[in-house]
Every structure is written in structure tokens, then in C-alpha cells.
């Protein structure tokens, strides 16, 4: 695993070279004198998890980041990109998980996106369409150039995103998680079409959390582990096992964070069943969903980004109908129309973002109460129970400052999300569904937010962690199930569990 | 300037706006600062009014009603349809007791507003095109009704309520207070009022609380519609007569009382105390400009320079939150 064996594609010469970058937002060192070398002609692998750096580095060298420490040349010039604009009129492109074509257009204008052909000022359509078919037939792209973006499979779209990106003269195209929301066949396409781009002296940096396909498609890997780059190396004859041992370290690191340990699941398969589901899907979100929720039992939902998790807990809580399958509460079915429907059933959910949960320019206690109003008040509002209600959970999660009478913009981070979960509290509910309880937050909330989630636990609520970080998921669940795209692909229950069977898994 | 001022500034602003247009005119004209003028200009804004109440809880849910004034005229036509017109009056009209007109018309109101409802939370229509398209409805249902004539009959009661006074207060007025309090009642002590506030303030937290948020954006919608029913109905009778397009000032005029006293075209902010001030500014303006010697024609552009410095204060307001809460989202 030296350097040297890295230059896989022989002598290739370095179209990349960066040299000792750092990057730090606000004392958080997110990039640690890091080196990293791109050769034309090869399809480079980026992997490690969610915030080890990796993604800093390519928005430097996208030109997204513009103040760093470290030299970077490019085809031997040393470059420092201004702006994304630089970075694209120097050859950089990328292609982002979020794709940006748009839908309404045709395949033709996508690609001509912003220098359509013109002749004497109007838009010359005949030149647009064939320049568009031709470009795309030569990237071995199979596609009528006037059919409307939208109608495409999600996996072509990309593929044309791709080809736009090409097309405006990028010679490094980055490509964030392009797999993440494609088929088998649709992947061995994409891999297809990369290779056909790195035969014509492209290069290409491959970053996904989907370590089978990053090694499938890539010349050479670099693993990033906490802002350092751990190792660079050909890909061949890599496994998977080995990429996972370096992404997550031994555990004796500055600043390691990781579980290595292995966690034993207390699972508990005879308690009894509140939530059934049952072959639930939606769209290209999930599909044939089963999963038994059980009272006393905190259920983890592991997988990456864009696996589904998102879309299913909003079908938990009636936000989003569900296309096929069923939900049944104590063995009795039940149809979620919306989110009322959902809350009478004694569902509650607290979505991954803040801002949708949260009345920020409220007092806490209208925030709490406002889940649990119609218990509270028939017709007329009682604001002396609502506050006496919102004081209980203020002293009971230690809230801070411990008025009810703050404005909820006024808290802090950790804060707000007690608040946020507070509001189901007073009544508890029969299953509450969290996703990403902690992201974002500092160890002690952290903590806390881990120790109320269990106390509900041991008050017999069901509950249902959904989280993208396998510390997350380890840290509070009793049983796990891993998600990739869109289907439930793994169960750990009533065993040893530790993050690299996780990830394996995932 | 002090956190607390701007906090407050929605509030202050319209407040001192209404100060200063009262000291002006009761400076510029001796016949402006009278109590019979207090009380024309009391019942001059009663219409509006009404229906500004209807259009708070639209507003207070970050949505519009562009429907009202055509529901108002229509529900007015519609009740004078049904009561027995003078022979000279060439309407086709059918004759019903009055109370069961007044029933009937109530009934044709909320169920413009139903549609309104129906058509945003069943179908998904903004409510700016669903209402627009009602506007147009409304005006259709004047026109075939009254067919070009003009109805003057309208159940007695009506007549009370819209033209009668109990000593020296018009009922008009009565009328309008009783709308005010009782909207104020609702919103602030209600659950219902509640959720207006929360479904305005952040409809994705309140849909992820469990709240309704269709029901609740369908209801404001046929509350607003009866009440620009029911000012629909005390305007035939205020005015004595009942045709087409004689409400057209009241959809501007009601927005205006609204957006001018305060409550955030956003949601979430704002109340019927926003809506008095708003409305007795309006009041105070139109009725004012009719005291001092000035151009009838200016008239309209004053109102609409005024209106625009309203819209000014209420989105920069909206501005200045937004970049305090950037900080800490």
C-alpha cells in the first residue's frame, strides 16, 4: 500500500496533484495535511464516512472551498479556483447526488444547457438535437435527444448529467454517490459508460459510501478516515472487509469517535407487536417493506443516504401514501390518510430537520402543546395547563433556559430537540419514529437525547431510530435493520453487533 | 434600534401610521374631527370590514382569497333573488319568506367556500388561482341572476341590519363589531385559532405535529366566504340595491385593511387587532381625503402609494426576522 503502487495506470502522467491541504471551518479541522494524486485516464475511488473529508476535498478542488492551506496543480500549473466557474472553465466538473438537470426541458436542451446553438439569434433546434444525439451515442448513451427530461428513468438522467458535464469540457468529472439511487442494470451501465470516458484519457473521482461499486469500477482507491488520508491504493484485489478496517480505524486515533467494540443487540422477539408492516413501497422510494415493531424495543434503521429510510418514515407517520402494502396497530389495520390520522393511531415522528419540526418564532410551551392540543382543549385553549404540561418536560429534559416562555430561535441546537421530541411526550405515544435524533449535535446532547429514548423504551413505547451514522443506530438500538435501496437487506437481532458488520451489510 | 421596537414593529408602524392620518386631517379640515363623522367613517368601513375578518384567518394561514368581493356580491344578488322585487323590476326572481332567503344565502356562500376548499386541498390549485377562478364564478352567478337589471327588495332583517340604527349606532356597525370580536375570540382562544396561527407560522411542523393542515387551510376558506357573504348581504341593503359589480372596490379594500394593520402575508403574525387598525386607516384616508380639498383622481393613487408603503414595512419586517433566526436555524 505505497505510494508508489498507487499509480496503478502505469505512467499515466498526474493531471492532479495536491499537495499538504488543510481545511478547517471555525477550529473544526475537517482536512489534515492531505495528499491526493489524480493520473489521466483512471477512475479514482473516494471512500470513508460521512465527514472524513472527502467531500471537503473534492468541493477545493471543484472550486466550492476557496481558502485552504496546500498547493494544488493541475496538468502542471498551479491553480487556486476563485469559484465554481474557475474550477469548471479549468476542466473541473462534477455531478451531484441531488441531480440538476431540468425536468421540464428536453434531453437536447439539457445537454445544451445555457450555449444552445444559434443561428442569426434564434436557437438553432435541428443542430442542438443532432449535436445532442451524437455527443450522447458516442458515451454509448441510447436516447431520443427530444424526449422531456422528466420521463426518463432516474439512472439516465444521470447518465445525461454526466454527458452535459463532459460536454462543456470537463476533463475531471467527480462523481458524488452516483449509485445510490440506481438498479443493478442501471449501475453496470453507468460503470459501462465511465469506462468508455476514462478510455478517452478522462478522469474520473468516483466518491460513494457503496464499497462494492467503488471497487468494481475504480483503478485505484483512497480511503479518508477523520480529515487525514489514510491510504492510497490499486484497486485490484482489494475486498471489502480490508476498505472497512481503514475507514473505520483500530480505535487508538486522535479524536476517534468510532465504535469498534461490538455491541451486543437486546433484542426482545416475544414482546408484542404495535406496529406491523407489511410489503409496504412507494414509487422508486422503497419497496416490500415488512417490519414488526415491538413495544419495549427500540428498532434501528440503518443505510446510506437516499436508501429510503426518509421516504418510509414519512409513510410511518401518514405524510406520504404508500403505493402498495398495509400497516396494521395491535393487529388492526389501519390506513393512514395524513398526519392526523397518523397521531389518533398514537403515531408521532420527529423528521430529521429541525425546521420542519419546530415553530421558531413560539414560545416553547406552544411548540410542546401543539401535538397533544385536542387532549388538552376541546374548543378552548387552557394556556395554565399547557404551560404546566411544558414545565414538567422543560425540568424533565432539562431544558435550558427553563422558561417556557422562550421563544423556541432563542435555544440552542440540542435544546430545540428536546423540544422537539417533548411535544409527544405528554401523551405518550404508541410508536414514535425518530430520524436522525442527533445529528449535528455535541456529545452531551447526545447523551441525553440517547437516555430519554430509552427511558420512553423502557415505558413500553415502540420506537423506531432511523439514522445514515452507524454510531446512531449502535448507540441506542435493540435490534437493526439495514436498508439499501429501497429494501430491507439485513437483520441484526439477539446478537453481536459492531459497525463494520454494519457497513458490511449496508 | 431596541429589540423590543423591533419585535413590536408590525404592530407600531400601522399604529402610528393611524396617529399621524388622524392629526393631519383633523388639522387640514374643521368638519373631519366631529363625532358624526367618527361614526360615518365607522360605517363606511363596515362592509370591508366584515369581510376583512373572513380574509384575516385566509391571511393568518399564508394564503389569499381573491374570491371575496365577487362571493359578497353574488351572495347579496342571491338574497335579494329570493325576496319579492317591486313589478318594475324585470327579474325572474322567486319569492321566498325572509328568513329562509337570508338560510339560502348562507348556505350559497359557504358553499363557494367549500369549492374554494376543495379545489386547494383536494385538487392542489394555489389558492391565487383557485380564488381567481372564483372570482370570476362569483361574477358569473351576479350576472345571470340579476341579468343586467338591478333588485332593490331585500328580506326585512337584512334591512334592519345593513341600513337601520338603534338610536344614534348604525346596526351595520354592531354588525361589524360583533364580526371582529367574535373572529378575535376565535383566534385567540380557540384550538381551532390555534392551528390557524401554527398552520401560518410553519405548515410543515404543524403537519408534522398531527395537525390537519388541509382541514384547517379548507375551513379558513369558508369562513372567509361567509363572511363576505354576510357582507355581501349588508351591502345590498346598505347601499339599496342589488347588481352587478357593486362590491369591486371591497377585494382591494379588505386585503388593504388587512396587509396595512399588520398581519404577516407570510402567516403566522398578525390578528384582528391588525385588521381594526388596518381598517380605521383606510377608513380615515378615504373619509379624510373627502374632507380636504384635493383631486377626486389623486385620491386613488394616494391609496395605492399608501398600500405600497404597508407592503413595504410588512415584507421588510418578514426580512429582518428571517436574517435574525439565519443565525440560529
Known amino acids: 500500500m505505497s505510494e508508489a503502487s498507487a499509480a496503478a495506470s502505469g505512467e499515466a502522467p498526474a493531471r492532479l496533484v495536491m499537495s499538504g491541504i488543510s481545511k478547517s471551518f471555525g477550529g473544526v479541522s475537517a482536512l489534515r495535511d492531505v495528499d491526493f494524486m489524480l493520473h489521466a485516464g483512471e477512475i479514482h475511488g473516494l471512500m470513508g464516512e460521512n465527514g472524513a473529508g472527502k467531500s471537503t476535498l473534492m468541493k477545493i478542488i471543484a472550486g466550492v472551498h476557496t481558502q485552504y492551506q496546500g498547493r494544488m496543480v493541475l496538468d502542471g500549473h498551479e491553480v487556486h479556483f476563485r469559484s465554481a466557474r474557475d474550477a469548471l472553465a479549468a476542466g473541473i466538473g462534477m455531478v451531484h447526488q441531488e441531480l440538476s438537470v431540468i425536468p421540464d426541458l428536453t434531453v437536447a436542451e439539457n445537454v445544451y444547457l445555457g450555449k444552445q446553438p444559434t443561428r442569426g439569434g434564434i436557437v438553432d433546434w435541428r443542430a442542438m438535437v443532432e449535436g445532442a444525439r451524437e455527443h450522447l451515442a458516442s458515451l454509448g448513451i441510447e436516447v431520443d435527444p427530444k424526449a422531456r427530461m422528466g420521463s426518463l428513468a432516474i439512472g439516465l438522467q444521470q447518465l445525461i448529467e454526466l454527458a452535459r458535464v463532459l460536454f462543456s469540457g470537463a476533463r475531471i468529472v467527480i462523481l458524488d454517490e452516483p449509485t445510490s439511487a440506481l438498479s443493478p442494470p442501471e449501475v453496470h451501465r453507468l460503470f459501462e459508460v465511465l469506462r468508455g470516458v476514462r478510455a478517452s484519457g478522462r478522469s474520473i473521482v468516483f466518491i460513494s459510501h457503496f464499497i462494492d461499486d467503488v471497487l468494481a469500477v475504480s483503478d485505484t482507491v483512497t480511503i479518508f478516515r477523520n480529515g487525514r488520508r489514510i491510504v492510497s491504493q490499486a484497486a485490484a484485489g482489494l475486498d471489502k472487509a480490508w476498505v472497512i478496517e481503514r475507514m473505520i480505524g483500530r480505535g487508538h486515533e486522535e479524536l476517534e469517535e468510532s465504535y469498534t467494540g461490538t455491541i451486543a443487540l437486546d433484542s426482545k422477539p416475544d414482546a408484542p407487536v404495535v406496529l406491523a408492516v407489511r410489503g409496504l413501497g412507494a414509487g422508486r422510494a422503497f419497496a416490500d417493506v415488512s417490519l414488526d415493531i415491538r413495544a419495549g424495543e427500540v428498532l434501528g434503521v440503518y443505510g446510506f443516504m437516499g436508501c429510503g429510510q426518509i421516504e418510509l418514515a414519512r409513510a410511518l407517520f401518514g405524510k406520504l401514501r404508500p403505493h402498495t402494502g398495509t400497516l396494521a396497530i395491535d393487529g388492526k389495520p389501519v390506513r393512514l390518510r395524513n398526519t392526523a390520522d397518523a397521531r389518533r393511531a398514537g403515531i408521532a415522528f420527529v423528521p430529521e430537520s429541525r425546521r420542519s419540526m419546530l415553530f421558531y418564532r413560539e414560545p416553547v410551551y406552544k411548540n410542546m402543546s401543539i401535538a397533544v392540543l385536542g387532549r388538552i382543549a376541546r374548543l378552548w385553549l387552557r394556556p395554565g395547563v399547557e404551560r404546566d404540561i411544558a414545565r414538567r418536560h422543560a425540568d424533565a429534559l432539562s431544558i435550558r433556559p427553563p422558561t417556557v416562555e422562550a421563544l423556541v430561535q432563542s435555544l440552542s441546537g440540542g435544546n430545540q430537540q428536546k423540544v422537539a421530541l417533548a411535544k409527544w411526550l405528554s401523551w405518550p405515544p404508541k410508536v414514535l419514529v425518530l430520524s436522525e435524533p442527533t445529528r449535528g449535535m455535541d456529545v452531551g446532547a447526545k447523551d441525553d437525547v440517547v437516555g430519554i429514548v430509552r427511558g420512553l423504551r423502557d415505558q413500553g413505547l415502540a420506537v423506531v431510530v432511523m439514522s445514515t451514522e452507524p454510531e446512531t443506530v449502535l448507540s441506542v438500538a435493540d435490534r437493526i435493520v439495514v436498508m439499501k435501496k429501497g429494501r430491507i437487506v439485513h437483520e441484526f437481532a439477539s446478537e453481536a453487533v459492531s459497525k463494520d458488520r454494519l457497513l458490511q451489510a449496508a | ?329
Open chain 2, 1 to 329: 434600534m431596541p429589540a423590543f421596537l423591533r419585535s413590536q414593529m408590525r404592530n407600531i408602524a400601522p399604529f402610528v401610521t393611524l396617529i399621524a392620518l388622524l392629526v393631519f386631517f383633523g388639522v387640514a379640515s374643521p368638519s373631519f374631527a366631529s363625532l358624526d363623522n367618527a361614526a360615518n367613517i365607522l360605517t363606511q368601513i363596515s362592509v370591508a370590514g366584515v369581510i376583512a375578518v373572513g380574509l384575516t384567518f385566509v391571511i393568518l394561514c399564508a394564503e389569499i382569497d381573491l374570491s371575496v368581493a365577487a362571493v359578497a356580491n353574488a351572495t347579496g344578488i342571491f338574497v335579494a333573488y329570493f325576496t319579492l322585487q317591486e313589478n318594475y323590476v324585470n327579474i325572474a326572481n322567486v319569492p321566498l319568506p325572509g328568513w329562509l332567503a337570508i338560510v339560502l344565502a348562507l348556505l350559497a356562500c359557504a358553499a363557494l367556500g367549500v369549492v374554494n376548499a376543495a379545489g386547494m386541498t383536494v385538487i392542489g390549485i394555489p389558492s391565487f388561482i383557485m380564488t381567481l377562478a372564483m372570482m370570476q364564478i362569483g361574477a358569473g352567478i351576479c350576472a345571470l341572476l340579476v341579468r343586467g337589471q338591478i333588485a332593490y327588495a331585500v328580506p326585512d332583517f337584512v334591512t334592519a341590519m345593513g341600513a337601520g340604527s338603534i338610536g344614534p349606532v348604525p346596526w351595520i356597525v354592531i354588525v361589524l363589531a360583533v364580526f371582529l370580536l367574535v373572529g378575535h375570540v376565535v383566534l385567540t382562544y380557540t384550538r381551532f385559532g390555534r392551528y390557524v396561527y401554527m398552520v401560518g407560522g410553519n405548515r410543515e411542523a404543524a403537519e408534522y405535529s398531527g395537525v390537519n393542515v388541509k382541514l384547517v387551510l379548507g375551513a379558513v376558506m369558508v369562513i372567509s366566504a361567509v363572511c363576505s357573504g354576510v357582507a355581501g348581504m349588508l351591502g345590498v341593503a346598505h347601499f339599496g340595491s342589488a347588481q352587478q359589480n357593486e362590491f369591486d372596490g371591497y377585494l382591494l379594500d379588505a386585503i388593504a385593511a388587512v396587509v396595512v394593520g399588520g398581519t404577516s402575508l407570510f402567516g403566522g403574525r398578525g390578528g384582528i387587532g391588525n385588521t381594526i387598525i388596518g381598517l380605521l386607516i383606510l377608513g380615515v384616508l378615504n373619509n379624510g381625503l373627502d374632507h380636504v380639498e384635493i383631486d377626486s383622481f389623486l385620491k386613488i393613487l394616494i391609496r395605492g402609494l399608501i398600500l405600497l408603503a404597508a407592503l413595504i414595512i410588512n415584507v421588510y419586517v418578514q426580512a429582518v426576522r428571517e436574517s435574525e433566526r439565519g443565525g440560529s436555524p
